[in-house]
C-alpha cells in the first residue's frame, strides 16, 4: 500500500482557540503532561482545553483553530503528551493528521496519514496514539498511531521533520486506542503494544520493535473497549465503553482490580471514552488516572483504587464566570456510600454554574461540624443522628453555599459474601490457618471455630492437625458480629492424610507478613511455598523481573525481603517471584502485595463527660488517618503504652470507660503507627468544663 506524506506548514503556528469555536460536549480524548496538566479534546471541530491537576482552569486557556490548515484541528481522535516540562502535545484528528503542538499550542509539524479505507473517521471509537520515551528519558523515541479509519497501526518518527513512517502492519479490524511500553526492553510480557478492537471487543498485542510482523496475542473481552495504557510493570489498564469501568489486568492477563460503575457521582462513570495515567513518579500523583468522563460532560481524577479526588467540567466551555457573579447551585450535593459504621462516605459537590475555582466541603452531625474534607468516616456516634455535608463553591466573584439531604446511620447484621477458607497442608503435623472469608455491613469481631466432624474441637484462626483428624472432615467456621447482631459462615471441608510427610508442590505462591493487610517498615518476611523440584528462586518488586534476587529454596519457606518504598504510600506495594528448576516453567509469576503506611494517625479531639472516679462516663475520640486508617484506640492513666488499654476501633468513635483510667489517648492504625499521645478534656455532665 503506498503512503503520500504531507509535511504541514508551519504557518498557522500559536493560534487560539476563539468564541466562535465549536468544541463538542463531552471529551473524546485526553492526555496529561508530567506536572498533571490534562489537554482534553473533543470529537467536534475545536481545540484543546487545559485543566491542571487540582481540577481548576486558571491561568490555562484553552488553545487551537477548528480547520484543516496546518496548524487547525478537525474532531480530536486522541491526545499523547511527551514528560518533562516542556512535554509537548500530539494530536491525532478527525482531518487523518498526527500533528506536533507546545504546551500552549503552537504548532511545531505533523503528517497526513493515509486515506480511509474502512469507513469514515469517528473519534468517539476508532483511532489512537500513544507517545513513547525510553525509561527515564523525556525526549520520545517513537509515535505509535492506530489509523482513524483504516485497518492500520503505525510507527512515527517523532525526531523526523516529517514525523516520517517508521514501521507499519495491519490489524483484524478497525484499531481503536493504542498504549505503549515506556521500556523497549526486558520481558516480552511487559512489552506489548496493544492496540483497542473496539468491533471485536478486543485487545491485540504487537511487539514494539516488529510491527510489521503482526499481533502476536489477542484477548477477547466481555466488553467494548475505549483508552489503554500499559505501564513499566505490564499492568494493562482497559476503559469499558459497555459498562461505563476501568478494569486492570497484571502482566500475564489476570483481572485484578475493577473500578467504577455506571452513574452521574463522583466516582461513577458514563462512557469513559478515554484516560490517561500518570507515572510512577514519586509524587503525590503517581498512578492516577486522568478520565475523559463522556457521558457526564467532565473529567475524573482518580487514585489506583478509584478514589475521586476531583471533577472538573469539561464539555468545551472554557471561560470564567461572568463578572460580579458568584457560584449557583443547580443540583445539591450528595452523600455517596454505605452508612453504617465503619464505612467511609464521600462527599460529592453537586453542580454549579459560574465556574468554581474550589470546592470547600464540611460534615455536620445534628448541625455540628464534626469533619472536613471530600470523606468523613462513619462512626458510632452518627447512628441514629442525621449526618449532612455541606459545600462552599468559590469563585473570583464570592462563594455559595450549599447542602445535601440529611443521612443517617444504622447498623446491619454482617453477611457473608465470599465463604471461610482453610489454607496450609492438610496432613497430620501440619498447621491449617483459617482465613475469616468476605463479609458486608462492617464487622468489628471475627471468632474462629475449628469442627471434626461437626464437632468443635479448637478456636483461633490456627489449628494444627492430630492423629486425631486423620480421615476426618475438618472445617473451620468464623462468626463475625457487630453491634447489630452476629451471623456465621462455614469452609469447605478437608480430610487430612494419616502420614506425617509434608509433600512439596502444593499451594504454591508467596504471602507478606502472614498475609498482612499493611505494614509500616519495608523490611517484610515472605512464606514461599516452592513447586516440586524448585532449586532457587527469583524474588522481585518490579513485574518485569529486570533485576531480581536470586535465592536457594529455604527448608522453612521463610525469606527477608524489602519492599520498593517509592512513590505515594496509597499505593499497594507488590512482590513478585518465580521459580528456578528442572521442568519448572520460568515465567510462571505469583505475586502478594501489602500497603506500606509510615504516616501516624492524628488525635483531632478527646473528651470525656464527667471527672467523677466513681462513675462510668462516655469518652469520644476523633481520629484520622491518611494511610492504612485507624484500627485501634489507646486509653490509659498516665502518657505511657504500658498499662494502656485497647479498643479495636476506626476513625471517630465513643465508649465507656472510667473517667481516672483515660486521661491520655492516642490512636494506632493499620500498620500500627502510632499517634502521639492526646490529652484528654474533661467536661461536667451539664456540658460546661
Known amino acids: 500500500?503506498?503512503?503520500?506524506?504531507?509535511?504541514?506548514?508551519?504557518?498557522?503556528?500559536?493560534?487560539?482557540?476563539?468564541?466562535?469555536?465549536?468544541?463538542?460536549?463531552?471529551?473524546?480524548?485526553?492526555?496529561?503532561?508530567?506536572?498533571?496538566?490534562?489537554?482534553?479534546?473533543?470529537?467536534?471541530?475545536?481545540?484543546?482545553?487545559?485543566?491542571?491537576?487540582?481540577?481548576?482552569?486558571t491561568g490555562l486557556p484553552a488553545w487551537g483553530t477548528p480547520g484543516s490548515g496546518a496548524g487547525q484541528l478537525g474532531g480530536i481522535v486522541a491526545i499523547g503528551v511527551a514528560p518533562g516540562t516542556d512535554g509537548h502535545v500530539f494530536v491525532l484528528d478527525t482531518n487523518r493528521r498526527v500533528q506536533e503542538f507546545t504546551k500552549g499550542g503552537t504548532f511545531v509539524k505533523g503528517t497526513q496519514l493515509s486515506a480511509c479505507t474502512n469507513g469514515t473517521p469517528d473519534a468517539t471509537k476508532y483511532g489512537g496514539l500513544d507517545v513513547r520515551v525510553d525509561g527515564a528519558s523525556t525526549t520520545p523515541v517513537a509515535l505509535y498511531v492506530a489509523h482513524p479509519c483504516a485497518n492500520q497501526v503505525l510507527k512515527l518518527d517523532p525526531a523526523s521533520a516529517t514525523l516520517a513512517v517508521a514501521e507499519t502492519t495491519t490489524t483484524t479490524s478497525r484499531p481503536g486506542r493504542i498504549t505503549s511500553p515506556r521500556y523497549l526492553t526486558g520481558p516480552a510480557n511487559t512489552r506489548a503494544v496493544y492496540v483497542g478492537l473496539p468491533d471485536a471487543k478486543a485487545v491485540a498485542s504487537f511487539a514494539p520493535t516488529n510491527l510489521a510482523a503482526g499481533p502476536d496475542a489477542t484477548r477477547t473481552y466481555g466488553y467494548t473497549p475505549s483508552d489503554l495504557f500499559v505501564d513499566e510493570f505490564g499492568v494493562l489498564t482497559v476503559g469499558d465503553v459497555t459498562d461505563s469501568k476501568i478494569h486492570l489486568y497484571d502482566s500475564a492477563g489476570g483481572e485484578f482490580r475493577v473500578l467504577g460503575s455506571t452513574g452521574t457521582a463522583a466516582g461513577q462513570l458514563n462512557?469513559?471514552?478515554?484516560?490517561?495515567?500518570?507515572?510512577?513518579?514519586?509524587?503525590?500523583?503517581?498512578?492516577?488516572?486522568?478520565?475523559?468522563?463522556?457521558?457526564n460532560e467532565r473529567v475524573q481524577r482518580w487514585n489506583p483504587y478509584g478514589y475521586t479526588f476531583w471533577t472538573a467540567t469539561a464539555n468545551g466551555t472554557t471561560g470564567g464566570p461572568p463578572a460580579g457573579q458568584t457560584p449557583a447551585n443547580t443540583a445539591a450535593p450528595t452523600i455517596v456510600g454505605d452508612r453504617n459504621p465503619g464505612a467511609v462516605v464521600t462527599c460529592t459537590p453537586g453542580t454549579w454554574t459560574n465556574s468554581p475555582t474550589r470546592y470547600d466541603k464540611r460534615w455536620l452531625r445534628n448541625g455540628t461540624v464534626v469533619g472536613t474534607g471530600d470523606v468523613y468516616g462513619i462512626s458510632g456516634a452518627d447512628v441514629g443522628s442525621q449526618l449532612v455535608c455541606e459545600v462552599t463553591a468559590v469563585n473570583a466573584s464570592g462563594s455559595t453555599v450549599a447542602s445535601s439531604a440529611p443521612a443517617s446511620s444504622t447498623w446491619n447484621t454482617p453477611v457473608n459474601t465470599g465463604v471461610p477458607q482453610i489454607q496450609g497442608t492438610a496432613q497430620i503435623g501440619q498447621t491449617l490457618t483459617c482465613t475469616r472469608g468476605d463479609w458486608a455491613w462492617f464487622p468489628t469481631t471475627y471468632a474462629y471455630s475449628w469442627r471434626r466432624d461437626g464437632s468443635q474441637v479448637a478456636t483461633g484462626d490456627t489449628y494444627p492437625l492430630v492423629a486425631a483428624d486423620a480421615g476426618r472432615s475438618i472445617t473451620c467456621a468464623v462468626t463475625a458480629s457487630n453491634p447489630a447482631g452476629g451471623a456465621t459462615a462455614q469452609s469447605t471441608a478437608v480430610t487430612p492424610s494419616g502420614t506425617t510427610t509434608p509433600p512439596t508442590g502444593t499451594r504454591t505462591g508467596v504471602t507478606i507478613n502472614n498475609g498482612a493487610e499493611a505494614t509500616n517498615t519495608t523490611a517484610v518476611s515472605l512464606r514461599i511455598r516452592k513447586p516440586s523440584g524448585a532449586t532457587a528462586v527469583l524474588i522481585s518488586n518490579d513485574g518485569s523481573f529486570d533485576a531480581p534476587t536470586q535465592v536457594p529454596v529455604a527448608a522453612n519457606d521463610t525469606y527477608a525481603w524489602t519492599l520498593d518504598a517509592r512513590g505515594s504510600q496509597r499505593r499497594a506495594r507488590v512482590v513478585y517471584v518465580r521459580f528456578v528448576g528442572p521442568g519448572i516453567d520460568a515465567d510462571q509469576t505469583y505475586s502478594d502485595d501489602i500497603l506500606l503506611d509510615t504516616t501516624a494517625p492524628t488525635v483531632t479531639a478527646a473528651t470525656v463527660n464527667s471527672r467523677a472516679a466513681t462513675k462510668v462516663a462516655t469518652a469520644r475520640v476523633a481520629a484520622k488517618d491518611t494511610g492504612s486508617g485507624v484500627q485501634r484506640i489507646q486509653y490509659s492513666a498516665k502518657k505511657s503504652a504500658k498499662k494502656a488499654k485497647v479498643l479495636k476501633l476506626r476513625n471517630s468513635r465513643s465508649f465507656r470507660v472510667e473517667p481516672s483510667a483515660a486521661k491520655w489517648v492516642r490512636a494506632i492504625d493499620l500498620a500500627g503507627n502510632a499517634s502521639k499521645w492526646k490529652r484528654v478534656t474533661y467536661k461536667a455532665h451539664n456540658g460546661k468544663r
Do not use: C, H, W
Not at 7 to 27: H, R, Y
Not at 271 to 276: E, I, K, L, V
Open 1 to 57: 500500500m503506498s503512503r503520500r506524506l504531507l509535511t504541514l506548514s508551519l504557518a498557522a503556528a500559536g493560534l487560539l482557540l476563539t468564541a466562535a469555536s465549536a468544541m463538542a460536549v463531552g471529551p473524546s480524548a485526553i492526555g496529561t503532561g508530567s506536572d498533571g496538566t490534562s489537554y482534553v479534546g473533543y470529537a467536534a471541530t475545536g481545540g484543546i482545553q487545559r485543566i491542571a491537576v487540582d481540577g481548576t482552569t
Open 271 to 295: 462512557t469513559p471514552q478515554a484516560f490517561d495515567i500518570a507515572g510512577q513518579d514519586g509524587t503525590e500523583k503517581a498512578g492516577n488516572l486522568f478520565i475523559a468522563d463522556s457521558g
